[in-house]
């Protein structure tokens, strides 16, 4: 006689997670119509809801990507985790081969998928490491070198794609030592990262340009048009409760990627400070959620993959909002659930059921 195999018995997913998640996705799509409507008319043949369509695509593949990511037990991702590092930087060295940052006619972007990567892989290796994370040998040297490989490789692009490497690095660093890593570790990571990123950024020119751009935005006297000038005009026309949706009018080529890395300031121009504080409040409870989740995972595998995806997503969101904002320079990075771009949108919503997948096992 055979034995029965044993069934997994999971709990249902955190409901409050996965609406917040739904929330941000809805205000998203209304703020990609709006934003990409007049461009879609001059650059898709009249069709103003051209980029909304490939927006729509786009989302319900992330929407069956994200149901299936749910239901599949966490734990299973150990099992491609290798296969998933590897595909990507097999990807990643096309495009520093190609001297490019996107693949298949500029509509998918690895980074994103890297950025998933990273936190499936590099969840897995901190997990099957957490006995000898404090060793130098075998905790901080081999954490170095892979994220140095992987930082290298989007670095390498052309332009250097400096913003999107910087949130690579935070993820894994955040993961890194909230597995249990030496303070000395902690330290010694910090002053050679901070190092190699002043040396980064003094060596790259377009880098300097941005840095020169923003210290000239924060001059009062200082007008121009430019994308910090342009940001904070559309975000104090919204006033309180803005002009309306679809109403705004600095997406009409006064604002640079209004659809993309400045659509924050489109939010804020059409649905005002109110519509600006229900978003942010949305991705502060996303935020919340997640590292709940993280706390509570039964293990640490899981534990590693809720904290990343969690501090992958809010980070990048809070330096969106900080760059139109004016408080840091600008870094060309997208919003998540928000901006249009259907790579960031789809990574962003596999490692949402990522989370909600390690939420059953907590609710179980």
């Given at each position: 006689?055979?034995?029965?195999?044993?069934?997994?018995?999971?709990?249902?997913?955190d409901?409050?997670?996965?609406?917040?998640t739904?929330?941000?996705?809805?205000?998203?799509?209304?703020?990609?119509?709006?934003?990409?409507?007049?461009?879609g008319?001059?650059?898709?043949?009249?069709d103003?809801?051209?980029f909304?369509?490939?927006?729509?695509?786009?989302?319900?593949?992330?929407f069956?990507?994200?149901?299936?990511?749910?239901?599949?037990?966490?734990?299973h991702?150990?099992?491609?985790?290798?296969?998933?590092?590897?595909?990507?930087?097999?990807l990643?060295?096309?495009l520093?081969?190609?001297?490019?940052?996107?693949?298949?006619?500029?509509?998918?972007?690895p980074?994103e998928?890297?950025k998933?990567?990273?936190?499936?892989?590099?969840?897995?290796?901190?997990s099957?490491?957490?006995e000898?994370?404090?060793?130098?040998?075998?905790?901080?040297?081999?954490?170095?070198?892979?994220?140095?490989?992987i930082?290298?490789l989007?670095?390498?692009?052309?332009?250097?794609?400096?913003s999107e490497?910087?949130?690579?690095?935070?993820?894994?660093?955040?993961?890194?030592?909230?597995?249990?890593?030496?303070?000395?570790?902690?330290?010694?990571?910090?002053?050679?990262?901070?190092?190699?990123?002043?040396?980064?950024?003094?060596?790259?020119?377009?880098?300097?340009?941005?840095?020169?751009?923003?210290?000239?935005?924060?001059?009062?006297?200082?007008?121009?048009?430019?994308?910090?000038?342009?940001?904070?005009?559309?975000?104090?026309?919204?006033?309180f409760?803005g002009?309306?949706?679809?109403?705004g009018?600095?997406k009409?080529?006064?604002?640079?990627?209004?659809h993309?890395?400045?659509?924050?300031?489109?939010?804020?121009?059409?649905?005002?400070?109110?519509?600006?504080l229900?978003?942010i409040?949305?991705?502060v409870?996303?935020?919340?959620?997640?590292?709940?989740?993280?706390?509570?995972?039964?293990?640490?595998?899981?534990?590693n993959?809720?904290?990343?995806?969690?501090?992958w997503?809010?980070?990048?969101?809070?330096v969106?909002?900080?760059?139109v904002?004016?408080?840091?320079?600008y870094?060309?990075?997208?919003?998540?659930?928000?901006?249009?771009?259907?790579?960031?949108?789809?990574?962003?919503?596999?490692?949402?059921?990522?989370?909600?997948?390690?939420?059953?096992?907590?609710?179980?």
């Amino acid at each position: 006689m055979f034995k029965k195999a044993k069934t997994e018995v999971l709990g249902p997913p955190d409901w409050i997670l996965l609406f917040t998640t739904l929330a941000i996705i809805a205000m998203g799509l209304m703020m990609v119509y709006s934003s990409t409507s007049d461009l879609g008319y001059r650059e898709a043949e009249g069709d103003a809801a051209y980029f909304f369509k490939r927006q729509l695509l786009w989302l319900g593949i992330g929407f069956v990507a994200m149901m299936v990511a749910i239901r599949v037990p966490y734990h299973h991702w150990t099992k491609v985790s290798i296969p998933i590092m590897a595909v990507t930087l097999i990807l990643l060295v096309t495009l520093a081969v190609l001297g490019q940052r996107l693949l298949l006619d500029r509509s998918v972007s690895p980074v994103e998928l890297a950025k998933l990567a990273v936190v499936i892989y590099i969840g897995h290796w901190l997990s099957s490491k957490s006995e000898v994370l404090t060793k130098l040998p075998y905790g901080l040297l081999p954490f170095t070198i892979m994220i140095g490989v992987i930082v290298g490789l989007v670095m390498v692009q052309r332009p250097p794609d400096i913003s999107e490497a910087m949130v690579i690095v935070v993820i894994a660093v955040v993961m890194f030592f909230m597995a249990g890593a030496h303070m000395l570790q902690f330290a010694i990571g910090m002053l050679g990262g901070g190092a190699a990123f002043v040396f980064v950024v003094s060596r790259i020119s377009h880098a300097q340009e941005r840095l020169g751009l923003w210290q000239q935005a924060q001059d009062p006297l200082h007008s121009g048009n430019d994308q910090f000038a342009q940001g904070l005009l559309a975000l104090g026309s919204g006033g309180f409760l803005g002009m309306g949706p679809g109403s705004g009018r600095a997406k009409f080529q006064w604002l640079p990627a209004a659809h993309t890395d400045s659509i924050f300031a489109v939010v804020g121009e059409e649905l005002g400070l109110v519509g600006c504080l229900v978003l942010i409040g949305l991705f502060v409870l996303l935020a919340y959620r997640g590292y709940r989740i993280a706390s509570l995972a039964p293990d640490a595998f899981g534990r590693n993959m809720a904290m990343g995806v969690t501090t992958w997503i809010t980070f990048q969101a809070l330096v969106n909002m900080a760059v139109v904002t004016g408080v840091i320079p600008y870094t060309g990075i997208t919003l998540p659930f928000i901006s249009v771009g259907g790579s960031s949108l789809g990574a962003c919503m596999v490692g949402i059921g990522i989370v909600l997948s390690i939420s059953r096992a907590v609710n179980a």
